[in-house]
């Protein structure tokens, strides 16, 4: 399964893991009227970095999404559960590092993309040879189907702490913490 991140969320405890998976789920008509009367479909082409000046020293290689309708109505449709994660208190305002908001365009500003490599946290490679070799390629194109919560760890029944969950335990790194289905 791919998946795009939308927003990152401190769901430190069983009290606002619940109330995230509640709101997410009560946006779901919303979303399903508004952002997927048609199918959202996004198309995956061309690697590049976020170190855009010195792709020698990246962290990350990843597939770039297509600027096109999907694209377009996934930037509308993040931009609205963001504002719904805000305006519910799960998420702050000033706790949005990753994503902007655009007042001029009228959504959150945010780079939707598909992780290949993901160093460690400041390890860095020299992604040029592959952003030469890809720069392309297509991936495919894919329909948009669900929204997930996913968390890298789960919280400890005993305790209410979290743990880290991690490939060496067998667990995988992501997992589904709660889900809304977009398409029938």
């Known amino acids: 399964m791919l998946h795009l991140t939308i927003l990152m969320l401190d769901l430190s405890n069983q009290e606002k893991l619940t109330k995230a998976q509640a709101l997410l ?10 952002f997927m009367k048609t199918p959202m ?4 082409k061309g690697v590049q970095t976020f170190q855009d000046k010195n792709p020698s020293e990246a962290r990350v290689l990843y597939f770039e999404v297509k600027q096109d309708e999907g694209h377009g109505r996934l930037k509308s449709m993040a931009s609205y559960i963001i504002d719904q994660f805000v305006t519910e208190g799960i998420i702050r305002q000033d706790e949005l590092s990753q994503v902007k908001f655009n007042p001029s365009l009228g959504y959150y500003d945010m780079k939707f993309h598909l992780s ?8 860095t490679f020299n ?12 991936l495919g194109t894919f329909r948009v189907n669900q929204i997930h919560i996913s968390s890298r760890s ?9 743990v880290e969950r991690n490939e ?8 589904c913490d709660g889900k809304i289905e977009l398409v029938e």
């Open 116 to 123: 290949l490599i993901n160093s460690k946290r400041w390890e």
């Open 168 to 175: 060496s335990r067998g667990q995988g790194y992501y997992a």
């Open 127 to 138: 992604a040029k040879p592959a952003i030469d070799k890809f720069k392309d390629t297509s």
């Open 25 to 34: 789920t009560s946006l779901l008509p919303k979303i399903q009227n508004q």
């Open 41 to 44: 479909n996004l198309t995956f």
């Open 154 to 162: 789960h919280i400890d029944e005993e305790d209410g702490s979290r």
